[in-house]
């Protein structure tokens, strides 16, 4: 079945790389995503990658696709106590709508 | 407003009572979703609506659960005699429907206590 695995904690100091990672069981993700939940906020979307593409940049983050292993990483450079928060990775899979979520990565960055 | 907006943002109810959770998608996304949050978990999906079609409704984990929606404007959830397992942040989200990424942009959640 689908399933999407991410590790529960990561922490960090300020100014160094965070690297979120993901793994995912179905072959037929046609999108992966990142959001960022933060207390008492909604989630926000922060950036995703066709499953046609290996990497995707957007100023402070890069995502790394690995199709043949099913990873997806995450990475945030110089990292800042603002972004302290919880990072899921969700997939969505064909022409279905629903997207399947991790159970979120929990990032704390220390000054 | 121009995001996705949910009332109430907190409901405490009894064991037994109904509740009836709101959501106003962001105009004109024809889809709309539903995920429930449970404390320290990852978003599972209820149901979904794409404009008018028959909405997928694979996620809703019993008959206690029920959504409308009207047109392609708001959506309200119902759970009939809620039970503590009940207790969760749901989550609504909308997306424009078309091909592509098809972004989902949730709204602030409803967090539903029942004691």
């Known amino acids: 079945g689908e399933d999407v695995e991410q590790s529960l904690f990561l922490s960090v100091r300020e100014g160094d790389s965070s690297v979120i990672n993901c793994t995912y069981t179905?072959?037929?993700?046609?999108?992966l995503y990142w959001y960022k939940q933060e207390p008492g906020a909604g989630l926000q979307l922060l950036t995703y990658i066709f499953s046609n593409m290996d990497m995707k940049q957007d100023q402070r983050l890069t995502v790394l696709l690995n199709k043949k292993d099913k990873h997806l990483s995450l990475r945030i450079a110089d990292t800042q106590t603002g972004d302290s928060a919880i990072y899921f990775c969700?997939?969505?899979?064909?022409?279905?709508?629903?997207?399947?979520w991790g159970l979120g990565t929990s990032l704390a960055v220390n000054p | 407003g121009a995001g996705v907006s949910q009332s109430p943002s907190n409901k405490v109810t009894e064991k037994g009572k109904d509740v009836e959770l709101r959501c106003d998608p962001i105009?004109?996304?024809?889809?709309l979703y539903w995920y429930r949050q449970r404390l320290g978990q990852g978003l599972e999906f209820l149901i979904y609506?794409?404009?008018?079609?028959?909405?997928?409704k694979s996620g809703l984990p019993s008959d206690r659960f029920s959504a409308e929606r009207t047109g392609e404007s708001v959506s309200t959830l119902t759970i009939q005699r809620t039970q503590q397992e009940d207790s969760a942040v749901y989550l609504c989200?909308?997306?424009?429907?078309?091909?592509?990424?098809?972004?989902?942009?949730f709204g602030p959640g409803t967090r539903l206590t029942v004691l």
């Open positions: 989200a909308s997306s424009l429907g078309g091909s592509g990424t098809d972004t989902q942009y």
């Open positions: 609506f794409q404009g008018n079609s028959a909405p997928d």
């Open positions: 179905d072959s037929s993700s046609t999108y």
């Open positions: 105009s004109g996304h024809t889809a």
């Open positions: 969700a997939e969505r899979t064909g022409n279905n709508r629903k997207l399947i």
